[in-house]
């Protein structure tokens, strides 16, 4: 089993759409916990880090749940530009596991 | 800021070549980390350092070697490329603390015929 799994997708949605993303891992002891897009052929940014409290950026909602080991990213109004893959990433003692990425289209 | 910067940007080597990959870092950053992505795939780490003259293994260190003579650069080396080291490799750094978000380099796609 990964460390960090992604749903697989892709994801074709209309403009407007919300759509949501899961990732689950398996240690425990993850501290740290983030949301990062790429483009295609460029390197990662960060989109939000993620706390048990929730926390919203604009369109974007990220939500973590420790006891279930779970974490949410959730789109609102899809805009064109959104389209990337979106990668879970959770860290512990400073070492970074990425998940396989969802990839979303968003499309006219 | 120039951020952290990878040389080469791309490079083709042949089975058994040996090669080094640079990546720079202007932030004054505690951690540097180097990753690979295959298609389809996440990044895996492949080395990291949690400071200068410190290097530790990461998920898939095998037939990689990297220093951290300073601070500021990290260089990762191929003594014998294999196929299986065709990749696209990324550089990062962060501060150290918890929370901090990563930076990454353009990458450096190698490509081994």
């Known amino acids: 089993r990964k460390e960090v799994e992604q749903d697989p997708g892709p994801f074709n949605v209309p403009e407007g759409a919300t759509v949501a993303f899961n990732c689950t891992y398996s240690?425990?002891?993850?501290?740290?916990f983030f949301w990062y897009r790429q483009d295609c052929r460029k390197e990662p940014k960060l989109l939000m880090s993620?706390?048990?409290s929730g926390n919203e950026d604009g369109r974007f909602t990220a939500q973590l749940n420790r006891a279930s080991q779970y974490i949410s990213l959730l789109i609102r109004d899809s805009k064109l530009s959104d389209s990337a893959t979106y990668l879970c990433?959770?860290?512990?003692?400073?070492?970074?596991?990425f998940g396989d990425g969802t990839t979303l289209t968003v499309k006219p | 800021n120039a951020g952290v910067t990878q040389t080469p940007k791309f490079r083709v080597l042949k089975t058994g070549q040996s090669m080094t990959l640079l990546c720079a870092q202007d932030?004054?950053?505690?951690?540097m980390y180097w990753y690979r992505q295959d298609p389809g795939m996440g990044l895996r780490l492949i080395h990291y350092?949690?400071?200068?003259?410190?290097?530790a293994k990461g998920e898939v260190p095998d037939g990689y070697n990297v220093s951290r003579l300073k601070k500021q650069n990290f260089l990762l080396g191929l003594e014998s490329a294999a196929p299986s080291q065709t990749s696209v490799y990324f550089c990062?750094?962060?501060?150290?603390?918890?929370?901090?978000?990563?930076?990454f380099g353009p990458g450096t796609r190698l490509t081994v015929l």
């Open positions: 990433v959770v860290t512990d003692a400073g070492k970074s596991t």
């Open positions: 240690n425990s002891a993850s501290q740290s």
């Open positions: 993620v706390y048990s």
């Open positions: 932030m004054n950053h505690e951690y």
């Open positions: 350092s949690v400071g200068e003259g410190t290097t």
């Open positions: 990062a750094s962060n501060a150290g603390s918890l929370g901090n978000e990563q930076f």
